[in-house]
């Protein structure tokens, strides 16, 4: 039997996971800063939002796990679920075996049941390696899709891997009545062509978003003098920008970016605890833009007298 189920979204597939596998009142654990959708899938369905915050190291510019609050976390008695993100959005974040190994076997002690979303896994920079969930904890739930690779999120195409034969009938039961039978036919097909035709495409294209990701660091650290930080990603076209030195505040760093940059950035402060002051910048376009963009806020900076 197969371990694949299909579905229309990542955060949908969730909502069926959060049905199937735990009741209202129950807490589910996410880690933050977290991309947005994935704390209100918990809440609509009745779920209490339980939070291991990630540690940014500001002397190295990475993230990292706070495993002695993970630990303590998983511990609770009304927790029954881990939606773990791999790689990570928005810190773009690409977790080693030793951390996911270490993650299972906490989990596995304390019997909570792992949601793996790894929708950015086919977009992993040279120099890092996905390790799938399934192939670390054969009873978790993984949630995969080509639509951020490959662009189409508009076909509304994901899919569920859960190797262990009741998580999947519990699964398939629940995912019945919400109402999903048949996957997207034409999706299908786009998804198969994709993953069978589309391996050359997406390498170059992974170069490009890095020449991409080279010039906003290189910008910030030469014209703007380090008054943004990049996290560097390890994974997806995402930047993770540390905003902590222009100190504003959220609604100022919104209103600089968007009123007087004329670019629109998504508010670190969206992401939950561990985003403030920060801004998320999309540089999956041509490079062109991205200069423009950047052009825009050295412009910014200077004509406000921040930037000397």
């Given at each position: 039997?197969?371990?694949?189920?299909?579905?229309?979204?990542?955060?949908?597939?969730?909502?069926?996971?959060?049905?199937?596998?735990?009741?209202?009142?129950?807490?589910?654990?996410?880690?933050?800063?977290?991309?947005?959708?994935?704390p209100s899938s918990i809440a609509i369905n009745g779920r209490r939002v339980l939070e291991n915050q990630l540690v940014f190291d500001k002397e190295n510019n990475l993230?990292?796990?706070?495993?002695?609050?993970?630990?303590?976390?998983?511990?609770?008695?009304?927790?029954?679920?881990?939606?773990?993100?791999?790689?990570?959005?928005?810190?773009?974040?690409?977790?080693?075996?030793?951390?996911?190994?270490?993650?299972?076997?906490?989990?596995?002690?304390?019997?909570?049941?792992?949601?793996?979303?790894?929708?950015?896994?086919?977009?992993?920079?040279?120099?890092?390696?996905?390790?799938?969930?399934?192939?670390?904890?054969?009873?978790?739930?993984?949630?995969?899709?080509?639509?951020?690779?490959?662009?189409?999120?508009?076909?509304?195409?994901?899919?569920?891997?859960?190797?262990?034969?009741?998580?999947?009938?519990?699964?398939?039961?629940?995912?019945?009545?919400?109402?999903?039978?048949?996957?997207?036919?034409?999706?299908?097909?786009?998804?198969?062509?994709?993953?069978?035709?589309?391996?050359?495409?997406?390498?170059?294209?992974?170069?490009?978003?890095?020449?991409?990701?080279?010039?906003?660091?290189?910008?910030?650290?030469?014209?703007?003098?380090?008054?943004?930080?990049?996290?560097?990603?390890?994974?997806?076209?995402?930047?993770?920008?540390?905003?902590?030195?222009?100190?504003m505040t959220k609604q100022e760093l919104d209103d600089f970016f968007l009123l007087k940059c004329k670019i629109w950035l998504s508010s670190g402060e969206s992401y939950?605890?561990?985003?403030?002051?920060?801004?998320?910048?999309?540089?999956?376009?041509?490079?062109?833009?991205?200069?423009?963009?950047?052009?825009?806020?050295?412009?910014?900076?200077?004509?406000?007298?921040?930037?000397?």
């Amino acid at each position: 039997m197969t371990q694949i189920m299909f579905e229309t979204f990542n955060t949908p597939a969730m909502y069926v996971a959060i049905q199937a596998f735990t009741h209202p009142g129950d807490k589910i654990l996410i880690q933050t800063p977290a991309y947005y959708p994935i704390p209100s899938s918990i809440a609509i369905n009745g779920r209490r939002v339980l939070e291991n915050q990630l540690v940014f190291d500001k002397e190295n510019n990475l993230y990292k796990i706070d495993f002695e609050d993970l630990e303590k976390k998983l511990k609770d008695p009304c927790l029954k679920m881990f939606i773990f993100v791999n790689p990570h959005n928005p810190v773009g974040k690409v977790w080693l075996p030793k951390e996911i190994e270490k993650i299972v076997n906490l989990c596995e002690r304390e019997g909570v049941l792992m949601v793996s979303d790894e929708i950015w896994a086919d977009h992993v920079f040279p120099g890092h390696q996905h390790i799938p969930m399934g192939k670390m904890n054969p009873n978790s739930i993984t949630i995969m899709a080509p639509t951020k690779t490959f662009n189409l999120a508009g076909l509304n195409t994901s899919y569920v891997i859960i190797p262990n034969e009741r998580l999947r009938r519990m699964f398939g039961t629940s995912l019945m009545r919400c109402g999903f039978f048949l996957p997207n036919q034409f999706a299908q097909i786009a998804m198969e062509s994709a993953y069978e035709t589309g391996w050359d495409w997406i390498q170059n294209l992974k170069l490009y978003h890095i020449d991409n990701i080279n010039y906003v660091n290189r910008f910030c650290n030469e014209n703007l003098k380090g008054l943004l930080k990049v996290v560097v990603p390890e994974a997806t076209y995402l930047i993770w920008i540390d905003c902590e030195r222009l100190k504003m505040t959220k609604q100022e760093l919104d209103d600089f970016f968007l009123l007087k940059c004329k670019i629109w950035l998504s508010s670190g402060e969206s992401y939950g605890n561990g985003g403030s002051g920060f801004a998320r910048l999309n540089i999956a376009c041509p490079k062109e833009r991205v200069i423009v963009a950047m052009d825009r806020i050295e412009a910014a900076l200077r004509k406000e007298n921040i930037l000397n």
